[in-house]
């Protein structure tokens, strides 16, 4: 039985070697005058989960320029947490997640975006597993040269289903879908959505809704809440 793509990337990630850039302003997904078949079927979602496999010709882009990510905007709400667990590993079967954890931060009000298209990205001066509070994690929906990226099903999951998070001590945290819910890229309540919450949490975030071709943006974000399964 192949081992969990989890297990084979986690190791190469420390719990502060893996922050990205702070100048990270983008998707890093990318966009170019035309877009071939091939590149518009990536960005088009099925009505239900499909595999989520590598197109195998690069993460790097070689031309256009850069487009918002899953939280390219200012988050005014402290950004301070208790100690708690760093998160390592992800596992959602339903929209066929298994991925490494790398860490990012909230820097000078900005939230960073993840640094490729298999990360899901834990900000962890926000809150850390066992803190009572929302654990926030965003991941890319697709990703140029590459197609559909690791949260390209989130906006499948209805409510109960299962998100399973691996603690660095090797604890398995289980929550179940609250919510699923689509914002205006450019009217996200950051406070409401990846704010404290007074229960134990978890908060995706990824990009949705339309992609506009003219700007190369999503014109949404994705937000999924599940809330931690107790006893």
Same mark, same amino acid.
């Given at each position: &039985? ?38 518009? $079927? %990536? ?6 989960? @499909? ?7 690069? =993460?790097?882009? @070689? ?8 939280? #390219?905007?200012?988050? +005014?709400?402290? *950004?301070? $947490? %208790? ?11 339903? /929209?066929?997640? #298994? ?5 990012? $931060?909230?820097?000078?009000?900005? &939230? ?25 994690? /965003? ?9 559909? /990226? ?16 691996? /603690? ?9 879908? =609250?919510?699923?819910? =689509? ?8 406070? =409401?959505?990846?704010?404290? *919450?007074?229960?134990?949490?978890? +908060?995706?975030? *990824? ?14 974000? +994705?937000?999924? $809440? ?6």
């Amino acid at each position: &039985m192949p081992t969990p793509v989890h297990k084979l990337m986690h190791r190469r990630l420390s719990r502060r070697g893996a922050v990205a850039s702070a100048g990270i302003a983008g998707l890093a997904a990318f966009a170019r005058p035309t877009l071939a078949q091939d590149e518009l $079927r %990536a960005i088009t979602r099925p009505e239900g989960p @499909s595999p989520i496999v590598s197109t195998r010709t690069g =993460e790097v882009p @070689s031309v256009g320029a850069r487009r918002p990510g899953p939280v #390219d905007q200012t988050f +005014t709400a402290a *950004t301070s $947490r %208790a100690p708690g667990l760093a998160p390592i590993a992800l596992q959602v079967e339903a /929209a066929l997640i #298994d991925a490494p954890i790398e860490v990012l $931060r909230v820097i000078d009000g900005t &939230m960073q975006d993840p640094s490729g298209p298999w990360e899901v990205g834990w900000y962890e001066n926000l809150a850390s597993l066992g803190d009572g509070s929302n654990v926030v994690m /965003a991941g890319h929906i697709d990703y140029w040269n590459v197609g559909p /990226a690791v949260f390209y099903n989130i906006a499948s999951l209805t409510a109960g289903d299962e998100v399973q998070v691996t /603690a660095e001590d090797g604890q398995i945290f289980t929550y179940e879908v =609250e919510w699923v819910r =689509e914002y205006p890229a450019d009217n996200l309540p950051l406070d =409401e959505v990846v704010g404290p *919450t007074s229960t134990e949490s978890l +908060t995706m975030i *990824t990009c949705g809704g339309t992609f506009d071709y003219a700007t190369a943006h999503y014109l949404s974000r +994705t937000a999924v $809440r599940a809330t931690q399964v107790t006893g």
